[in-house]
């Protein structure tokens, strides 16, 4: 039972690892989506950002799945659940419309 609990333990670990990768990924993709004046490049990094965010949101699902049974590290759980909650910050492209193709710098 007790490497049971290991494995828990790595797999909320890795878990959490994944979680702050995409966070940090998802920030990489809103500078380069702030700055890009391509529009086929704006739709890919847009693309990858959407599928980051899919993916940020299953991970909730699997840890909250994971507190409903009643996993023994109730406290990496939460953790996971807390890190996967947060929001992934929009600040950095709100000066910035899009406008036929290209962004437009307006304040």
Known sequence: MKDLVKTSDSVIASLCREVDGIRHRSSSL???????????LFCRLKKE???LSNRRSRLLEIAKAMQFKGFDDKLSIEFLIEISSRPIDMRTCWPYEKKSGFISHNS
């Open 49 to 51: 950002f959407q599928q």
């Open 30 to 40: 809103l500078e380069a989506m702030a700055k890009c004046n391509d529009e086929n």
